[in-house]
Every structure is written in C-alpha cells, then in structure tokens.
C-alpha cells in the first residue's frame, strides 16, 4: 500500500467511534432478542382524521392548527434509502410518479407542504434527510427545479451518517485499500443527523417544538397532519405514530404492540406466522396496528434520541469488497442499521400515542417495481384519492379514465371543496386557474 493510502486508511479508523464499533460487535455476538409474542399487547387506536364527524377528531385538529399557525411544526422526510428494489437511478423522492403529470414524490411533498404553509399562514420548515450515496443529487434536483417555488433557506437538508460493515468474526472490511466498507446507518441515523452541525436548536430557536416525520416513498403521505398533531399535543407523548389496520396477516409492515407498557415495532420476520393470524373478539387482527413510519415527535425527545443508544439491525449479506488476499470479491458481511421507530420505547411509559390512519387516504408505500408496494399500486391509489376529492367536491364525477390533482392543489377533501371554483380539469388533471383566467362562479 502506498503511503497516502496507508494514512488514509489509518485516518478513518482513527476516526471511527470506538463505542459504537463494540456495540456493533456485541450485537453481532449476541443479537438483540425479539419480545416473545404472549408479552405483545395491541395498543388502543385513535380515530383517524378522516373520521371529522367525530368530535375528538374535530378538537384534535382544531389544536393542530394552532400549533400550525404558531409556526411551532416543521416537516421532516427520510429520504436516504437506496431504492434497490425499484431500481431507480437516482434518489427515489425524484420517481416521477404522478399517474398523468410524471409529478416526482419530492414534488407531490413540496406541494403538501406549499398549501399547509398556505392554510397555515406559517414558515413550516422542510427538512430533507438525505443519505450519502443521494445527497449531491437531492440537491442538486431541488435547486435545478427552484425547490418547487419554496423559498430555499426553508428547504433543510441533513445526510445520515455511515457504519463500517464487518465481518462474519467482527473485523472491520475494506471497499478498497485506502477505504473501509461502510453503509448507511437505516432511517434511525435521522436523530443524529438533525442534531448534527446544530439543525434541531436552530428549529428549536425559530420557535418549532414539533416535527412531523413521514418517509419519502409514500405517496399519500398527510403532511402535518393537524388532527395527528393535535392528538399528539393533547396527551403526554413524547412521540406519536400512524397505524394502518392490518388485515392481512401476511401484509409486510412491522407491528406496533405494547410490551410492558412500553410502544414497539416488532418486525414481522420476528414473529411466527401463528402469531400473527391470532384474532381479537372483533373478528378482526389482534395485533393490527401496522407501522408505516409518520410520527410526531417532540423536538426535545429528537434531541435525546441523538445521544441515545437506538438498537442495532443487523442484515447478513454478500458485499464487493476486499478479501483476506487483499483482492476485491463478494464476501460475507454484515451490515447494521438503526430504526426511527427503535425510539417508541425509549419515550417510557405513556411516552407513545398510536393514531389510526386511513389507508386508502393516507398510505401508498412505493417499494418495488411491480406486485404489491409497486409503482402501479401507489399510482391507482393516488388516482382512486383524487377522484374521491373531486366527487366529494362535486367536480369531475363524470370524468372517466384516470384522474389527478396538480400538486399543492388541496390537501384533503374539504380543502379541495373549498378551491371548487379556483380549479379546471385538462386532460384528467386538475389544475389551479391562471390568475387572469376568470373564476368560474
Ligand atoms: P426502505 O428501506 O423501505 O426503502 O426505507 P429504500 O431504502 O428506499 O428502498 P430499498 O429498501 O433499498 O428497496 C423506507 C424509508 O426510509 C428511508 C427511505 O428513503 C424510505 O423513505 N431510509 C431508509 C433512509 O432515509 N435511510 C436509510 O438508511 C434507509
């Protein structure tokens, strides 16, 4: 190895931190136990925001948009993920998947986040968490498209950070010779990340006492949700979560349960297929409450989450990297990731609400090519949402074929309801009026 190369190298491992490297190499000896099944307890479910004829809905957004329009929300996005099962090139929040337009997930968030900023007459910050592999891109996508017309220095963008991957025997490997292998530290890295070069106190300065998380891939995503919000400001919990109703046994989202008093998310890989088909009096799942990923999150709980010790995932996989020969192979590796969720337990007893989110409107996971979770199934759920808005609107019930709604154009229905006259359908999409157009009446 040449010099340079050789000081490199002894650089990084200089820099790794010490206390993490024998965390991961404890949890590779002895991996964290799952909680047995007979301890698991199906949280209580709130109602979700769809349901506003209910009155703890009403009261529950009406708080949430207090704490809007006191500009004391900001909007945060995981959105360091890999996309390898939708093999796309590029970060997946730029997936053009708007059924008609091409609209990107970035752009479909930019335009949630455009009208709440709107409704609420407030700054509601964006924060963008990038990974290392898709930073320059994020950037550079929103800054090519004038980050969709809001004002950049509202745009944040913070990338997770990395762990070396080891061996099998727990040695540290190398993706080259002056270089370690290293992967991304999983969506949990989002605590440190946000706190890191001091983004969470600068939030905390501009007034923001809570964040509202949701990941990149889903593309119904209900961005700062007043009802979720106020349901979460009611109560003692340091962070809240969206559940979707599970009622396939076999549907791939982990599971909120109670263990002794404390929320978690116990993976499906984790429990027998018995256990999961178990049913409750109802008829329905026991253990229903299907995690997809949206928290509300007090800003001082985040701040506690990026000094604490979030578990460790491990994945075994083959990895290209250097071989004891010193040559570049596929060798065994194991990786490890942190979860955002691994924090439910950590906010204690009562720390934790679980709110229940309306699938159809709110949940349309874009993980893979085609099949379940595929770019056809979130592009008829985005198309099957608009037509419910529009009909619920009394707009374009007698348009066949497939319908979409610009961008920014409503966040729900009522919001929509209340644009009715502000609004034109042109080929299927549904877009504002250019301001010298005359109003319809
Ligand atoms: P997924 O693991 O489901 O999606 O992450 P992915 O990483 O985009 O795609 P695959 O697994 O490689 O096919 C769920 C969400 O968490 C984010 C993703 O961007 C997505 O919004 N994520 C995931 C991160 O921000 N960082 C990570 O290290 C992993």
């Known amino acids: 190895m040449s010099p340079g ?37 199906p949280p209580e479910l709130l109602p979700p925001s769809s349901r506003i004829e209910d009155p703890r809905v009403r009261n529950a957004a009406e708080r949430g948009w207090e704490e809007l329009r006191g500009g004391r929300v900001a909007v945060v996005t995981v959105a360091g993920g890999q996309a390898s099962r939708l093999g796309f090139e590029g970060p997946k929040g730029a997936y053009p998947l708007g059924p008609i337009s091409g609209a990107s997930l970035f752009q479909i ?19 963008l968490m990038t990974g290392p592999e898709n930073d320059a891109a994020t950037r550079a996508y929103f800054a090519a498209r004038n980050h969709f017309g809001l004002d950049a220095r509202s745009v944040h963008f913070a990338c997770q950070g990395t762990l070396p991957a080891l061996t099998p025997d727990g040695e540290l490997l190398r993706a ?15 605590y440190r990340s946000l706190a890191r070069d001091g983004l969470l106190e ?8 809570t964040l509202f998380t949701c990941q990149v891939d889903n593309a119904l995503a209900p961005v700062a949700d007043p009802a979720f919000l106020g349901f979460h400001l009611g109560s003692a919990a340091r ?65 506690e989450m990026a000094a604490a010790d979030l578990p460790l995932h491990l994945a075994r996989k083959q990895v290209r990297a250097l071989g004891p020969d010193g040559l570049l192979a596929s060798v065994p590796a ?44 979130a592009r008829t759920a985005l198309g099957a949402r608009a037509r419910r808005w529009m009909e619920a609107a009394g707009l374009g019930s007698s348009a066949s074929g497939v319908l979409e709604l610009a961008p920014g154009l409503a966040v729900d229905a009522a919001d929509l309801r209340s644009r009715k006259d502000e609004v034109e359908l042109h080929g299927g999409r549904l877009l504002r009026l250019r301001p010298h157009s005359t109003a319809r009446s």
């Open 334 to 377: 194991v990786k490890f990731e942190t979860f955002v969720f691994d924090a439910l337990p950590l906010a204690g007893r009562g720390g934790c609400l679980v709110q229940e989110a309306d699938r159809a409107e709110e949940f349309a996971p874009l993980k893979n090519r085609s099949g379940a979770d595929s770019i056809a199934s």
């Open 176 to 190: 080259a010779p002056d270089r370690l292998f290293r992967n991304p530290d999983g969506h949990g890295g989002l």
């Open 5 to 41: 190369a050789a000081a490199a190298l002894a650089a990084e491992i200089a820099a790794l931190d010490a206390k993490m490297l024998e965390r991961q190499r404890a949890a590779l000896r002895a991996p964290p136990e799952a909680a047995a099944v007979e301890d698991l307890e």
């Open 239 to 303: 962070i809240s979560s969206k559940a979707v109703v599970k009622t396939e046994a076999s549907e791939k989202v982990g599971l909120l349960a109670e263990c002794g008093g404390l929320l978690q998310c116990v993976e499906y890989s984790d429990l027998p297929a018995a256990a999961q088909q178990t049913r409750a009096s109802d008829g329905g799942l026991r253990l229903r409450a299907g995690n997809i990923a949206m928290h509300a999150i007090d800003l001082t709980f985040a701040q």
């Open 109 to 127: 968030l930019a335009g949630a986040v455009h009208r709440m900023r709107e409704r609420a007459g407030a700054p509601l910050p964006w924060v």
């Open 202 to 209: 600068r939030l905390g300065n501009g007034g923001v006492s």
